[in-house]
């Protein structure tokens, strides 16, 4: 029998993250899942459970070290390997370059770039110990549009958003050889909560957004390449003019 293949997602509550857990647990995945609040993270996976497989509730606030550490040592005592590690909690804050409040900016770094640096450090090991001849294991970082083309009022988040895309470049050329590779996805808007200022009539109607949906399944295509293809980055945009903008 093989064995039944392990993600750990993070910001797995709601949102994108919540598409990504599900789509994975639909395909027979047994699954780490981590965000914040408990509760909710308890009932995303009494939903997921009905899919077959193991689910494994972590909560954890990326501004956190501790929990962070916590998090992967406990997904690690759970199921001993790691084939795809999804990056996905981040936050958001807009504001003007000139009065952007450095504890803020420093915070957003905490969230979206140190802790799934961290993560990514600590289940390397284990990634590359779940690596066969033919199937690699995934870093997938959930990156954004405004990471590659950056808009105004955005210096932070954009910033940590080009930072992930990075990461998982220079990811690639240390860690590609040994099967274990990273992908940054940069969705325009997504139809969550985090986009909820932006939506309405006189905005962009969230049935025109990109869905959760969308963003899961270029997460679960990418695990589903051989450990010989490397897809560095995924540019997800939204129709029409849009198509350098969030
Ligand atoms: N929505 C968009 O338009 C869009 C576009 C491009 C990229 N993205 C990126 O996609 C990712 C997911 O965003 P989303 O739109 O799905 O957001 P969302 O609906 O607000 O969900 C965010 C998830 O992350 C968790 N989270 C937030 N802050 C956290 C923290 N400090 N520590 C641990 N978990 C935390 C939340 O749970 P708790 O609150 O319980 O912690 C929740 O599960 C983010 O990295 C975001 O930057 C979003």
């Not at 993070?10 to 914040?36: K, M, N, P, Q, Y």
């Not at 690596?131 to 590659?148: E, Y």
């Not at 988040?157 to 930072?163: D, F, H, V």
């Amino acid at each position: 029998m093989t064995e039944r293949r392990v993600a750990l997602v993070t910001g797995a509550s709601r949102g994108i993250g919540a598409a990504v857990a599900d789509r994975f647990a639909r395909e027979g995945w047994d699954l780490t899942i981590s965000a914040r609040g408990a509760d909710a993270l308890d009932e995303r996976a009494e939903a997921l459970r009905a899919h077959g497989g193991r689910v494994l509730t972590v909560p954890a606030d990326m501004s956190d070290e501790e929990a962070v550490a916590t998090l992967a040592a406990r997904h690690l005592d759970e199921y001993g390997r790691t084939d795809a590690l999804v990056l996905n909690a981040g936050m958001g804050a807009m504001g003007a370059f000139a009065d952007f409040p450095a504890r803020r900016f420093d915070k957003l770094y905490q969230v979206n770039v140190r802790a799934p640096f961290l993560l990514a450090q600590s289940l390397l090991a284990s990634m590359k110990s779940t690596v066969t001849k033919t199937i690699g294991a995934k870093v997938i970082a959930i990156s954004s549009i405004t990471g590659v083309y950056p808009e105004p009022n955005l210096i932070a988040y954009g910033s940590t958003k080009a930072a992930l895309i990075s990461m998982c470049e220079t990811f690639n050329l240390e860690e590609s050889v040994n099967g274990v590779s990273a992908t940054s996805i940069c969705p325009g808007y997504v139809d969550t909560d985090m986009s909820e200022w932006t939506k309405g009539d006189d905005a962009i109607p969230a049935d025109e957004m990109i869905s959760g949906d969308d963003v899961a399944e270029i997460a679960y295509s990418v695990t589903r390449l051989s450990r010989w293809a490397v897809l560095p980055q995924a540019i997800l945009t939204r129709p029409g003019e849009n198509m350098h903008r969030a």
